[in-house]
């Protein structure tokens, strides 16, 4: 059996973010949030580089208003794997339902 090779590729849609910690690599200023369009060119760009792994960062991803129509066009590539590096504060009950009823649908 072949081992899976991880080849991952990073999408910062945004440096907005709902927290101030110190530590963070993201700049504070200026704020910035990317047009879907514009992100959807790059997830296609990632893939065809060979990218099999999505790494969405921010800023906080979560407050991205387009997060889940994103979701959805990256899913449609058949990455291995997806993730969302979150602080996790807006994970709110009815995030955690819509992103479970997106992965099973």
Not at 22 to 49: G, H, M, Q, W, Y
Not at 81 to 89: A, H, L, P, V, W
Request: glycine share 6%.
């Amino acid at each position: 059996m072949a081992k899976y090779k991880h080849i991952p590729g990073r999408l910062q849609i945004s440096t907005e973010c709902n927290q101030e910690c110190i530590f963070c690599s993201v700049p504070a200023e200026p704020k910035e949030t990317l047009n879907i369009e514009l992100l959807k060119k790059r997830i296609k760009e990632l893939k065809d580089l060979g990218t099999n792994d999505l790494f969405i960062t921010g800023g906080e991803p979560t407050i991205y208003p387009l997060l889940f129509e994103l979701l959805d066009y990256a899913k449609k590539f058949e990455f291995k794997e997806i993730t969302i590096q979150s602080n996790g504060s807006n994970l709110t009950k009815n995030i955690l339902k819509k992103k479970k009823a997106k992965k099973n649908g």
